[in-house]
């Protein structure tokens, strides 16, 4: 039985009532850009969000407070987890068909695919996107602040510089060339005494030790791995300073209010994702053929990889004010 907006299944006349229902499965970095969203129904009534369920642990650092509803994929799965909620307005925001067919009468996002073919076509000079957070906002009939935030439990030790560097990751040609993570973190620890932390999922594990070899007994530690949504935040939150290329961590680092600097590769802010922020955003200039494609992509198209091959890790870390942020 789907689930139009105002009923769900298995409810009673007893069933809590919430006015709003929003939902976005994953990934990481979307979850975040939704939390303006949640906020903005949340100054006009009750909210729950309908995510996966290792991704709960963002969407309980939302603020204000909205209810987590963590499911599995799949139709069935998430009017289970929905059940027992009458909302007033339901917002897809994952549009997907598992989310269409559970939700038929929910407001959904959508997206310009013909806009963003023409970016990944001709670059930057085919436009941008529109910046997604305002776009799930829209979506969902909602105005407010675009800036995701989430909530900050924890923070720095005094009196220790640390550094969070984001290594690996799903999609090759958007990730940082090892070489480069590994020379960023000599510079930070040799110039700032930092000590660095190599993030990134389990499947990252051998990169990061890769990286930790090359920097020859530094005070470097790969936690690529460890732990999961929860420990990630908690473990971003108490960096002085992020280094990501364009990816998750990176979102939930600066919505933490974590000063983060976003090296951008074979992606690029008018995919509409991100906003240009000096001192926030680096990448190779001269790159005609970037963005070129909406993930980041495994392989590159004209097989010259300028984008990764050009960066310079003294550029990088002077572009992070010397470590001194």
């Known amino acids: 039985m789907p689930w139009e907006e105002g009923t769900a299944p298995f409810m009673n006349s007893s069933s809590p009532r ?14 975040v850009m939704a939390a303006p969203a949640a906020a903005a129904a949340a100054s006009l009534g009750t909210v729950a969000f309908l995510t996966r369920r290792e ?27 929905a059940a027992g909620r009458r909302a007033g307005t339901v917002a897809d ?21 013909r806009l963003r073919r023409r970016i ?11 910046y997604r957070a305002e776009e799930f906002m829209k979506a969902a009939g909602l105005e407010g602040d675009p800036v995701p935030r989430l909530l900050r439990r924890g923070f720095p030790d005094e ?19 090892e070489g480069v993570a590994a020379e960023l973190a000599r510079l930070f620890c040799d110039r700032d005494r930092a000590r660095v932390f190599l993030i990134g999922a389990a499947c990252d594990r051998a990169a990061g030790e890769r990286v930790r070899a090359a920097c020859g007994g530094r005070r470097v530690s790969n936690v690529c791995g460890e732990g999961g949504t929860e420990e990630l935040l908690t473990r971003l939150e108490t960096m002085d300073l992020v280094v990501s290329p364009d990816s998750g961590p990176a979102h939930v680092a600066r ?5 983060t600097m976003v090296v951008f590769t074979s992606t690029s802010p008018e995919l509409g994702f991100w906003r240009h922020s000096p001192g926030e955003t680096f990448m190779v200039p001269g ?15 004209p097989g010259t990889e300028a984008c990764r091959r050009r960066l ?9 004010s010397g470590g001194k942020v």
């Not at 790159?287 to 590159?300: D, E, I, K």
Request: aromatic share 6%.
């Open 18 to 31: 919430t006015d709003y229902l929003l939902v976005r499965l994953h990934s990481l970095g979307d979850l």
């Open 55 to 81: 991704l709960v642990p963002v969407v309980e650092r939302f603020t204000p407070a909205v209810t987590p509803l963590g499911c599995e994929t799949g139709p069935v799965a998430l009017l289970k987890a």
């Open 93 to 113: 925001l994952q549009n997907n068909p598992a989310t269409r067919l559970a939700f038929p009468g929910a407001r959904r996002f959508s997206m310009n695919r």
């Open 120 to 130: 990944l076509c001709l670059g930057a000079s085919g436009g941008s996107m529109p």
């Open 159 to 177: 009196g220790e510089f640390s550094v969070g560097l984001v290594v690996g990751g799903r999609w090759a040609m958007k990730s940082l060339p």
């Open 255 to 259: 919505a933490l209010g974590v000063k």
């Open 287 to 301: 790159v005609p053929c970037r963005p070129c494609h909406r993930h980041g992509g495994r392989r590159c198209p």
């Open 312 to 320: 310079v890790p003294a550029e990088i870390y002077m572009e992070c």
